[in-house]
T-cell receptor, first 114, second 110 residues
């Protein structure tokens, strides 16, 4: 009964490095999304997917790429890390192909870019 | 784009006092959802409101959706220390984006 699993939990990157944050869900959910959480700014949507093979940009997509080759996985790629990308990243999934049902969140990845 | 504003940003209450957080959207929403995030944790779904003027209760929590479907509130009666955390509203519109408010951090003094 894993739900939404994010790896890693913590990561420190140097400016300019690239990396992939992993997100997997075992609930057969259609809708998946990535948010970043910064102090006092709530959760901001980076990218989302309404189903396998379909992705779209959210509010703050610059500097990030996503892909959705399977229903289960939705990795987030940082192309060239910048200090402004220091944040806590949450992956979430919902049952339908829209965000109009309960979102299940992963435990988060705390990323620091130095 | 759609904006969701939430006030207050912080609230300190004495245990037993009531608490209310308010959420306002710049656009009409198809539904609004509320989440709670404990310190160091991840957001956890509380409830979804869909109908204009809808009111739902969960024990000491009362959720309201405005008649114009652009605002919402969460009221907690007689707060307890277990209510500590940040409460977020999140609005969905006709598109496929769920937009979160900035959250209200509730602190309860025992």
């Amino acid at each position: 009964n894993a739900g939404v699993t994010q790896t890693p939990k913590f990561q420190v990157l140097k400016t300019g490095q690239s990396m992939t944050l992993q997100c997997a869900q075992d609930m057969n959910h259609e809708y998946m999304s990535w948010y970043r959480q910064d102090p006092g700014m709530g959760l901001r949507l980076i990218h989302y997917s309404v189903g396998a093979g379909i992705t779209d940009q959210g509010e703050v997509p610059n500097g990030y790429n996503v892909s959705r080759s399977t229903t289960e996985d939705f990795p987030l790629r940082l192309l060239s890390a910048a200090p402004s990308q220091t944040s806590v990243y949450f992956c979430a999934s919902s049952y339908t192909g829209t965000p109009n049902t309960e979102a299940f969140f992963g435990q988060g990845t705390r990323l620091t870019v130095v | 784009g759609q904006q969701v504003m939430q006030i207050p940003q912080y609230q300190h209450v004495q245990e037993g006092e009531d608490f209310t957080t308010y959420c306002n959207s710049s656009t009409t929403l198809s539904n609004i959802q509320w989440y709670k995030q404990r310190p160091g944790g991840h957001p956890v779904f509380l409830i979804q409101l869909v109908k204009s003027g809808e009111v739902k209760k969960q024990k000491r929590l009362t959720f309201q959706f405005g008649e114009a479907k652009k605002n919402s509130s969460l009221h907690i009666t007689a707060t307890q220390t277990t209510d500590v955390g940040t409460y977020f509203c999140a609005g969905a519109n006709a598109g496929n984006m769920l937009t979160f408010g900035g959250g209200t951090r509730l602190m309860v003094k025992p």
